[in-house]
């Protein structure tokens, strides 16, 4: 059973209504839903409208607490429970998610403004991990093993490392809960997930997805909230945390890090990035524009992921800029239940005046718009497909994540100077997640003896 079996329901507003009214909107602890204990709440809206989604309880503190307390209290016996009943859990999460995948797509399209096609995708590849660890789950082996002198045998048995925090971004909404809940599950660890306030409602639906398969009371805690301070605050100080796993931003996992480090608790950061595109001579030009429109406007460029800076060589800079500027201003914007919509909404005001601020401050330095470059009027969050050429390589937009629908190309550049414009300020936390680069003859372009601070990322080729 896969997601593209699924017949797509039409998009009413009818449709709408009954799906958002069918998500859980308490805090699930214990695995029961609960309101907030001081009766807080907060508001989910659509970046598409500005409206009022749907209204969920804002943890506190002490339900963070609470849903720790539970998490231990289960944490003994669901390390005992047998791996194959954690697998045939994992595989009725999948199956689960794979039959509701029409209501997980349109609630991220509402909640996140993604295009339903992508949001399609994002099932598809999310509900992934849940099949992938369900199959680990029974292959988690140890080793026995002669010591080197011979006179003994050692015993390697891996146990799970006990309670987690989770904390999930908003723009993968259900990829990143999979993400972290399956593997979690797989190895025996029970969690409390702090999805992001901007996007919750999938991770609520998730939950109650998880409670349908059988994962029991305890196991699984989530507490969505507006505070999120106050969430993970109290518990990396609980010595029962055992785990955090975060993906989001660079300063923030920093700081979780530091408040990690007080219990040395394991961590696993997932964090900012912001990949160069870089253009050869030698390019298939129509290859190269393919694969820069898949590396910049998946998920809209809110990716950490994205290519946000294009590099190309002098000779071909003029018909790249051309061609990709084309492509770009091609692209219809629009709430993402419009079949025709190809580009939604920014996530929220905050997002689209960042986007506008690095393209103003690029346009004063010299820059040049070659298509976009603005907000579109209207309602929502909306911003331009935007493609900027003649960049400054002191501009603050090729040092920072755009994380929009923007993309910039510096002047026309000869191959020996690439890769100090890849990392123009050494000093600084600024490294690309990866390379993406076209070329047909350059299988891999730098040696990582040539790159600064040997750094060394993965590169992908397009058309190598």
Request: charged share 20%.
């Amino acid at each position: 059973m896969t997601p593209s079996r699924v017949t797509s329901p039409a998009i009413t507003s009818q449709r709408e209504s009954s799906l958002l009214a069918s998500v859980p909107t308490g805090l699930l602890i214990n695995g029961k839903w609960v309101a907030a204990s001081d009766g807080g709440t907060f508001d989910v809206h659509d970046p598409a409208t500005g409206e009022v989604l749907a209204t969920l309880a804002s943890a506190t503190s002490e339900d963070a607490v609470a849903a720790l307390d539970a998490a231990d209290a289960a944490q003994a016996s669901w390390a005992r429970t047998a791996p194959r009943v954690r697998a045939e859990i994992l595989r009725r999460a999948f199956d689960l998610v794979t039959e509701r995948a029409e209501d997980f797509a349109l609630l991220m399209t509402l909640e996140m403004g993604k295009p339903l096609t992508e949001a399609r995708g994002e099932v598809t590849y999310g509900a992934e991990f849940l099949r992938w660890f369900a199959e680990e789950t029974v292959r988690d082996y140890g080793r026995y093993l002669t010591t080197p002198e011979g006179k003994n045998k050692i015993l390697v048995q891996k146990k799970p490392v006990g309670p987690c925090l989770l904390i999930t971004p908003w723009n993968f909404p259900l990829a990143m809960a999979t993400r972290k809940v399956a593997p979690a599950v797989a190895a025996g660890c029970t969690m409390v997930l702090k999805p992001a306030n901007l996007t919750p409602l999938t991770a609520q639906y998730f939950a109650q997805t998880m409670l349908d398969a059988g994962i029991p009371p305890g196991v699984l805690n989530v507490v969505s909230t507006s505070k999120a301070s106050g969430i993970s605050g109290p518990l990396l100080k609980d010595s029962r945390l055992r785990k955090v796993s975060f993906t989001g931003s660079t300063p923030v996992g920093k700081r979780l890090m530091a408040d990690a480090a007080q219990n040395v608790l394991r961590t696993s950061m997932e964090l900012g990035g912001n990949a160069p595109f870089i253009v050869f001579e030698d390019a298939d030009l129509d290859k190269a524009i393919e694969g820069a429109m898949a590396a910049k406007m998946r998920n809209m460029g809110e990716a950490c992921t994205a290519a946000n800076r294009f590099l190309v060589h002098a000779s071909v800079a003029q018909e790249f800029t051309r061609k990709f500027a084309a492509a770009m201003g091609a692209l219809a914007t629009g709430r993402g239940t419009d079949p025709a919509a190809q580009v939604g909404p920014l996530i929220d005001a905050g997002a689209r005046d960042d986007v506008l601020a690095l393209v103003s401050q690029a346009l004063d330095a010299g820059a040049v718009a070659v298509t976009g470059g603005a907000p579109v009027e209207g309602p929502g969050y909306f911003y331009q497909p935007t493609v900027l050429a003649n960049v400054p390589n002191d501009a603050a937009i090729l040092g920072q994540e755009i994380f929009g629908p923007g993309a910039s190309r510096i002047n026309g550049i000869i191959a020996r100077s690439v890769t100090a414009l890849i990392w123009p300020r050494p000093s600084t936390l600024m490294r690309a997640r990866r390379w993406l680069f076209a070329s047909r003859r350059h299988g891999h372009p730098f040696q990582p003896s040539s790159i600064p601070g040997q750094l060394g990322p993965p590169a992908t080729g397009v058309n190598s």
